[in-house]
């Protein structure tokens, strides 16, 4: 008994020193690790950075509020740590919100704001001081945490969807009014193609380069590309015949690196700044009155921190020397103050190395030179960074049901419900997909899910005009693993490459479809849930089979216990009596359940493997093709910016490239 209230005491002695330390430990992970999920898609490391990121300002506040109910008066130096939760609570440059719903939480931020700074005041006002200089050097950094604080709030008030849609359309409006007026369209198409190639060299990004459309719920065509639509093919050939012409990917995904930067960062405050600078700089300005002071605001925002801190670490210098404090106290503040003054200057230094790195610097600026052999040692850039995870998401209904393994984490895996794998996304689907993009170029690029590509084939066009896109999807998906199961080992190489590029679009089509809930309804995930029973009660209960082994058995069994699938008779009764209420009712009822997918799916496979192989597979893959076409306008903002901070998805740089290169996506309705 003893013992613990020793241990009782000794935490009540050491609580806040503990706290405080955990608090400041919180915030150099997040600034160190917050930027990886970009680029990865670990589970783990994104479960620890939500911890981290729910957890700091948790302790944070619980730090300040115990602060001010049970400062201790043997440790003097107590309330001089207030100040710094503000600084915490503040947050890192790195990450201000994990997620967009963050964003849309901004005045749940707001309120903390003012409660905490509120809680701060009232712990520095009721201490007694025994020095001018700890009272400067904690009002210092007081006010370093308020404006910091301010600076989250402010970003994620800007990064909030409504804010973000808002800003977008009026920036398309100063576009179209401004640019389109003075540059002939010729002239800005062939500066875009000439931008992406230029990119892949020097990784440098055109300083007027717009990202933001890709946060709009129905993503709109550039105008020059409508405008310029006749023109386009020549530029699509042009960029056809580059040796590098994957480059465009680099391109679109550091595009898509800004949008990260703009929704779960600071870097709000860093585009801000140079953007009113350069607006000041230039002799056209409007409102340059305006401009200067919201300028100097921001500079005061950024920079302010790192000032404070310096000017506090000189103060605390003289004053710890002046009165005899606990030296573990003094030791604990020289961690905060000088992590402080580390901190900021690593993301100040960080923000300047990344505008030098990713975009094309003003060439009348001094330093530009220096800073940009800095920043290309430090922060490489082009096609040398990595921008997302550049991973493929693959989800396949018949390994999903022939899965068994044992070890824990595929366990864990179907407990939580991820039935889905990842793999490397290859040159090969990069190549198919870009080519095909610069091969079409037509305002209906995305109007189809295949219906273009079996325009000469009636039945497999008829079954996919008969059923919604999720339910196309998962008979093309089937059809497609039965056609791989016909092939023989003594394919050529151009046959297994294609057989490989639709395997892969078949998977993450699915994926986007079935695991994502891309366009998927009601009653399409009932036709999902029967397709997976019906393939579960085929296979008799076995899942330790091999892929290849589960599609030979449906098949089998969808051959021995077919039923013709007449929906005019589903629900049963005389179509010849009056069909009541509940008779009508009940016909929709079967309706929902009754889902030939199996049999659909074999029909399609067996019009395709009737054909040679190459061409089978080439319409194969432009089937997935057109269905991803028809899918990447069609995702939502939603999901392009939850998936920027989890690694990425190719889908959004499907989606880039298509508005970057022509009117590829869905034209405006008259």
């Known amino acids: 008994m003893g013992s613990l209230q020793a241990v009782e005491g000794l935490w009540n002695e050491w609580e806040i020193h503990c706290l405080i330390l955990s608090s400041f430990g919180l915030q150099v992970f997040l600034f160190f690790t917050a930027g990886m999920r970009r680029h990865s898609v670990s589970s783990i490391l994104n479960s620890l950075i939500w911890l981290a990121y729910l957890s700091a300002d948790v302790v944070a506040i619980f730090v300040l509020g115990h602060l001010a109910v049970h400062a201790s008066g043997s440790h003097h130096l107590l309330i001089f740590w207030a100040p710094f939760l503000l600084l915490h609570l503040g947050g890192q440059d790195t990450i201000t919100a994990f997620s967009m719903q963050d964003n849309e939480l901004w005045q749940r931020h707001l309120l903390g704001l003012v409660t905490q700074v509120s809680v701060a005041i009232y712990v520095i006002s009721i201490s007694s001081w025994q020095g001018s200089r700890l009272l400067a050097a904690t009002v210092l950094m007081f006010l370093s945490g308020f404006f910091k604080y301010i600076g989250r709030t402010f970003c994620l008030y800007t990064s909030r969807p409504q804010f973000l849609r808002d800003t977008t359309v009026l920036s398309l409006d100063r576009y179209v009014h401004g640019v389109y007026q003075e540059v002939p369209l010729e002239d800005i198409l062939r500066q875009r193609v000439q931008d992406m190639v230029a990119y892949a060299d020097d990784g440098k990004l055109p300083s007027n380069v717009s990202f933001s459309h890709i946060l709009l719920d129905i993503p709109l065509n550039d105008r020059a590309t409508i405008e310029g639509a006749t023109i386009i093919p020549y530029f699509l050939n042009v960029q056809n015949h580059l040796a590098y012409r994957n480059g465009a990917y680099i391109y679109v995904s550091a595009l898509l690196v800004r949008c990260y930067e703009r929704i779960y960062t600071k870097a709000m405050l860093h585009f801000a700044w140079l953007y009113n600078f350069k607006a000041i700089m230039s002799e056209d300005s409007e409102d ?189 998906h089937i059809a497609t693993e039965i056609c791989d199961l016909g092939e023989e080992s003594n394919t050529n190489s151009y046959q297994t490459k294609m057989i490989r590029v639709s395997r892969e679009l078949s998977n993450y089509n699915m994926y986007l479809v079935f695991r994502c809930g891309v366009m998927l309804t009601c009653s399409s995930k009932l036709v999902h849930i029967n397709t997976h029973r019906e393939i579960k009660k085929s296979l008799g209960g076995n899942v330790n089979l091999a892929r290849r082994e589960a599609i030979r058995m449906v098949l089998q069994a969808n051959r021995e216990g077919q039923q013709p699938y007449d929906t005019d008779n589903i629900g049963g009764g005389n179509r010849s009596k009056p069909i009541t209420p509940v008779q009508l009712l009940k016909n929709n009822i079967d309706a929902l359940d009754y889902s030939p997918v199996l049999p659909r799916a074999r029909t399609v496979a067996d019009e395709l493997n009737a054909m040679p192989g190459d061409d089978r597979w080439d319409l194969i893959a432009e089937v997935w093709l057109e269905m991803l076409f028809y899918i990447a306008p069609r995702c939502g903002s939603a999901f392009h910016a939850e998936h920027l901070s989890t690694g990425g998805e190719f889908v959004s740089h499907v989606l880039m490239i298509m508005r970057s290169l022509g009117p590829f996506l869905p034209p405006p309705d008259y």
Not at 316 to 328: G, H, I, P, S
Not at 425 to 435: A, G, M, N, T
């Open 288 to 476: 340059k009155t305006i401009r200067i002071v919201f300028l100097h605001i921001l500079s005061f925002l950024l920079l302010f921190p790192l000032i404070s801190a310096l000017i506090t670490l000189e103060l605390f210098l003289v004053a710890e020397k002046d009165q005899l404090y606990n030296r573990t106290d003094i030791t604990i503040s020289y961690i905060l103050l000088i992590g402080a003054i580390i901190l900021e200057v690593a993301s100040l230094f960080m923000a300047i190395l990344s505008y030098f790195a990713s975009s094309k610097a003003p060439p009348s600026c001094p330093l530009a030179p220096v800073a940009l052999h800095v920043a290309n040692y430090i922060h490489p850039a082009g096609r040398h960074r990595k921008h997302w995870s550049k991973m493929l998401a693959q989800y396949n209904i018949f390994e999903c049901n022939t899965r068994e393994d044992s070890t824990v984490s595929m366990a864990v895996a179907q407990w939580i419900g991820r039935t889905f794998s990842r793999i490397a996304i290859s040159p090969d689907v990069e190549e198919f997909v870009l080519d095909k993009i610069l091969d079409m170029g037509t305002w209906e690029l995305d109007s189809f899910r295949g219906q273009q590509a079996l325009e000469r084939w009636t039945v497999m066009r008829t079954i996919i005009d008969s059923v919604d896109l999720p339910t196309s999807v998962l008979i093309w």
